[in-house]
């Protein structure tokens, strides 16, 4: 299926005299996407690649890299209220290896991420320094917003919460909280948010489940 940059489904005649376009290859059998190319002047510039449990990863890399130096191969895996999604981003004219993160999201919002994860490619650990979350509400127009932003320091204790709650557009009315004073910050809230007192990838009762 060809699309052009705005997602609008056309033809290959129409596609192929465009700057630029992208071409969506599905599953035959269960119509399940599996591989975004971005096409510019008729060259791959990108490929996403959605790994499932029947791929062979290694014969799958072989694959890209015949197609291009840029892409990146994601699989996601559903838990208990949970999406966790696993990228590897290869940039071949860069490094042989890729840059490897984990994102979550809920099942009822799947756009938008409460935990974003940079992992070590030798050690396979997560970079906590490099984690960020956040925790979403609507404002007084209905939009969903990140209200609550978090960072982390390399152990894995809470660095900086900022709550835009007050006042979402304007940064100076925003609020600022570290580990000490974690319990401030919830107490101004009904609803639990011990998940973003540490960089910890999923909130305990998935690990409980």
Known sequence: MYKNIFGEVISKSNAVKLN???????????EVLKEIEFISEDNIYNINYF????????????????KSDFFDIEKRETGE????????????????HPLISKTVFTLDDPENFICSQVIDNETEEPQFEKTVKCWYTTDENGEKYAAIECSYQEDGKLELAIDKTSD???EQNWDHYDDETFQELQDKFVT??????TAALLPKEAYQQ
């Open 20 to 30: 630029e376009y992208h071409l969506y290859y599905y599953d035959e059998n269960t």
């Open 81 to 96: 209220g949970y999406i966790i999604s696993t990228n590897k981003l290869y940039s071949l004219s860069v490094d042989d």
């Open 192 to 197: 639990d948010i011990s998940y973003y007192k």
């Open 168 to 170: 979402p557009e304007n």
């Open 51 to 66: 790994l499932n449990d029947n791929d062979d990863e290694e014969q799958i890399l072989d694959y890209l890299k015949e």
